[in-house]
């Protein structure tokens, strides 16, 4: 499910011009995107599997990280959860800080 305190929303069409739906660096139709938030893609488990996707200002809006579950669930990928925005993070540093709470976000552990 999208969290839209943590995901960046975007527009459908900016959705399909993102490199992971590129094929021959053309993204996929609009239209295309609308099949897969209302109809979906049938996984080779038999899994009929959905784009996920908010209602916002009257439009349809999804996430990269919402593309990148719907693909991950396609190919029986676990997904890892959402990273937290830059924005989510400077929000809960402020707050943290107005608590007097003195917070830096750790570094992941590269591998």
Not at 30 to 38: A, D, E, H, I, K
Not at 41 to 60: F, H
Not at 62 to 90: C, D, I, W, Y
Not at 92 to 109: A, C, D, F, I, N
Request: charged share 25%; net charge positive; hydrophobic share 30%.
């Amino acid at each position: 499910m999208i969290d839209p305190d943590n995901e960046e929303l975007i527009s459908l069409s900016r959705a399909a011009n993102l490199p992971c739906l590129q094929v021959n660096g053309k993204g996929v139709a609009q239209s295309t995107l609308w099949r897969y938030v209302t109809v979906g893609l049938c996984s080779p488990a038999g899994e009929r599997i959905k784009l996920e996707s908010i209602w916002t200002g009257g439009r349809r809006a999804t996430s990269e990280a919402a593309v990148h579950r719907f693909l991950n669930r396609l190919n029986g990928v676990e997904s890892q959860p959402p990273k937290p925005s830059a924005r989510r993070m400077e929000e809960v540093r402020r707050t943290l800080e107005q608590h007097g709470v003195k917070w830096t976000p750790r570094e992941s552990p590269k591998k």
